[in-house]
């Protein structure tokens, strides 16, 4: 069913971080592009006027955008208006109300702490603003089960779930999107992709840098709640889910919500913690700080696919290389047909999705020239280079504008979610010191040990050793 797209673009928060580095460039490519040409409001408590805004977004522009002085620069610039106030009161609501004019479909973004969203979505009811409107929320979505709860009740008060786009920037990447696409476009993996012939995942999302001056926040959070429950949640729900059944929106997040509830809730004996060294060093950071800035966690998801396939999982900060990979490890060949000598490491799949090099390889052996039946590894392996991609800021802003929930999460797949991680994130466990540059904390090798150790992301067979397509 065709739904109408939204005629007014609400930025709370517009004065802020967030809507500087991300959300300006993307309209800017969205107005160059032509799908972007509706009022922006933006709506902050900075005591700023119309023109010290648009002086803003045109630095934003320079910035992080293509320019703040372009066509589509200046096109955005005139299509902005301004409200300043108090999110909390009701006649800063009683002004939006008045600057959103004759727009009856908004879009609310809320580009705001989630301890506003309460007091913005009940004033956006009570001034009539959320008639008709729909309202963007960008994460953290509580910071356990029950606050996750408490923040849907408080969406709920005013708009139906139907008029909420929870947004995770990460789904909206083009490499999490080929992941989802090579699982369902391609008929040869389907018969290996399960019990019978994997032998084990393996999710990293690996960082040189540290907390980079938001050590305040990053207390507030870890690697877990940072990372872990949302991010690498939903990677591992593209390569577990079954195929939806239809092509609606709401047949693909059921079958994430599937996968959710099928992963049995943490355990302590599944969850190993990490500190890099010089953490607490860092400004904003307590002395005595507990937080992890890493994390490895063993998953199992309870499914006829799956069932008894160990899942691993790790994300840290200050490791040996910024990647993000996955690897999905087949089981050994039966037997070994040239003897021992020439063993190779079982067949894979493995996924590069960033930060910058986006690719897919398949690994193999192949022999060796010579006489002697000697085996050697192989990758064949495709890179995409295709120009600049849209941004995923750029591609979640055009669905939610046109109504399109595909790729944001949905209330019970943030609650399932958040039930995995819920039993541990209480627990006084270990933090484990790591050194910096390295590949986390030793404790955490036994979680890899019955899959050969942890696949290390800047490890792959050398580049002559490669068929590249």
């Not at 937080?291 to 899942?311: C, M, N």
């Not at 020239?369 to 392996?381: D, I, Q, S």
Request: aromatic share 8%.
């Amino acid at each position: 069913m065709t739904v109408p797209a939204s005629d007014a673009l609400v930025l709370f928060g517009a004065t802020g971080d967030l809507a500087y580095r991300k959300i300006f460039p993307a309209l800017q490519a969205m107005v160059r592009r032509g799908s972007f040409e509706v009022p922006v409001i933006g709506v902050a408590r900075s005591g700023w006027t119309l023109e010290r805004l648009r002086e803003r977004v045109r630095a934003s522009l320079r910035e992080h955008g293509d320019g703040g002085d372009d066509a589509a620069g200046e096109r955005l610039v005139a299509l902005l208006r301004y409200v300043d106030g108090d999110y909390r009161e009701a006649d800063t609501h009683k002004r939006l109300r008045a600057a959103l004019g004759g727009a009856r479909r908004p879009l609310h973004y809320l580009a705001v702490p989630p301890s506003l969203f309460p007091s913005v979505v009940d004033g956006l009811g009570e001034s009539g603003s959320a008639e008709g409107a729909r309202v963007v929320v960008e994460k953290p979505f509580g910071r356990d089960l029950a606050s996750a709860r408490a923040l849907n009740r408080a969406l709920h008060r005013t708009f139906a779930e139907s008029a909420v786009f929870r947004i995770d920037h990460y789904l909206g990447k083009e490499a999490v999107q080929n992941l989802l696409y090579f699982r369902f476009a391609n008929a040869f993996l389907e018969p290996v992709w399960n019990r019978n012939y994997v032998r084990s995942i393996q999710i990293t999302m690996a960082e040189e840098i540290g907390v980079q001056g938001r050590g305040r926040f990053y207390e507030e959070v870890g690697a877990v709640r940072d990372v872990v429950q949302n991010h690498l949640l939903q990677v591992l729900a593209h390569l577990a889910m079954e195929p939806p059944v239809g092509d609606g929106s709401e047949a693909l997040r059921d079958e994430k919500v599937k996968v959710f509830r099928g992963i049995r809730p943490l355990g302590a004996a599944n969850l190993v913690r990490g500190q890099y060294d010089g953490y607490r060093a860092e400004d904003g950071v307590a002395p005595d700080s507990q937080v992890e800035t890493y994390a490895a966690l063993q998953l199992h998801l309870d499914s006829w696919r799956w069932a008894g396939v160990p899942i691993l999982i790790r994300a840290g900060k200050r490791l040996g290389a910024t990647a993000t990979e996955v690897l999905v490890q087949l089981e050994h060949a039966p037997q070994q047909v040239f003897g021992e000598a020439a063993a190779a490491p079982s067949n894979y799949f493995r996924f590069r999705l960033g930060p910058d090099r986006v690719a897919i390889a398949i690994g193999a052996s192949t022999k060796q020239a010579g006489a002697a039946m000697a085996g050697e590894p192989v990758e064949l392996y495709v890179c995409n280079d295709r120009g600049p991609e849209m941004s995923a800021y750029e591609r979640l802003i055009g669905d939610a504008l046109r109504g399109d929930p595909t790729l944001f999460a949905r209330e019970d797949g943030v609650e399932a979610a958040w039930g995995i991680v819920d039993p541990v994130l209480s627990l006084p466990l270990p933090v484990h010191p790591y050194r910096q540059g390295s590949w986390g904390p030793q404790e955490a090798d036994a979680l890899a040990a019955a899959c050969g150790g942890w696949h290390r992301p800047d490890k792959g067979v050398s580049l002559a050793h490669r068929t590249v397509a």
